[in-house]
C-alpha cells in the first residue's frame, strides 16, 4: 500500500509533461476537484496540483524533442547520482542526468529497457507527495511492458524490489514491492503489453469513491476511455483513460475489506 512515509524504492512523487498545462489543469482539477498551483516565476511553467492544500501530483510543459504527454513516476532515493551510475549498468538509459532542484531535492530521469520512462526523486526539502491512497490521489503505478522478466531482473537491480506472482480470476499478476520486511509493501504491478495499449509505459491509478462516474465527468471533459470500467474481484471497479492531451491514466474504487462480523 502506498504511504507518504517513503522508503528506498516507494513512488514519492509523480508529475505529468503536457503540452498545454492550462488545458491540463483545467482537466485534472475538474475532474477529481483539485487545486492548480504554480510553483514561481523560476519554476519554468512547473506547479502543483492540490487537495485540500496537500501536493497530490505536479505538472509541467514539455520539454524534451519528441517527448509525448504522459505521467511520470518518481521513486525514492538517497543517491540520485548512485541510482543513475546503476541504472546505466543494468541497461537503462539516462535521459537527464542528476540535478539539484532548489533545495528541495535531487531528480533524475529514465528510460527502462522496455521503453518505460520514469524518474527518481532524492528529498531535500521536500520528501514527496503529500496525500497518497485516500480519495482523489495516487493510490497504485503499473508498468506496461513488452518483456515483464526482463523488467522485473533490471528494477530488482536498481531499487532491490520484490516480484510476486498473483492469481486472480481470468489469470495472474505480478506485484511489486519494495525491499524491507515488516511493512505493507506493495505499491504497484507489471502486466505485459496487451493489443491497442502498447505503449510501454508506468500507468498511474488514482482512488475515487465511484469509477463509473468519474469516467463519464471525464469524457464530458474531453477524456477518451482506452480500457471501460471493469470489476476484478477483492480489488476493485478500474478504468484506463487519456486525458485531452493524449497522457494516459486509471481511475479505481478498490474493494473495500470485508468487515468481520
Partial sequence: MLTTD?????PNWLDLGTPDTDTAAAFYTGLFGWTSESAGPEAGGYGFFKKDRETV??????HEEGARSAWTPYFHTTD????????????????????????EGRMAQFTDPGGARFAVWQPGKTQGLEAVTEQGTLCWVELHTPDPVANIAFYHTVFAWTAEEMSFSGGTYTVLSTAGPG?????????????????????PYFEVADCDQVVERAEKLGASVLMPAMTAEDIGRMAWLADPSGAHFAVITSAKPATAA
Fill in 6 to 10: 517513503y522508503v528506498p524504492g516507494a
Fill in 57 to 62: 501530483a505536479a505538472l509541467g510543459p514539455l
Fill in 80 to 103: 540520485a547520482s548512485g541510482t543513475a551510475a546503476l541504472i546505466a549498468e543494468a541497461g537503462g538509459t539516462v535521459r537527464t542526468e542528476p540535478f539539484d532542484v532548489f533545495d
Fill in 183 to 203: 511493512r505493507e509493501r506493495s505499491f504497484g504491478g507489471m502486466a505485459p503489453l496487451q493489443q491497442g495499449h502498447d505503449v510501454p509505459q508506468w500507468l
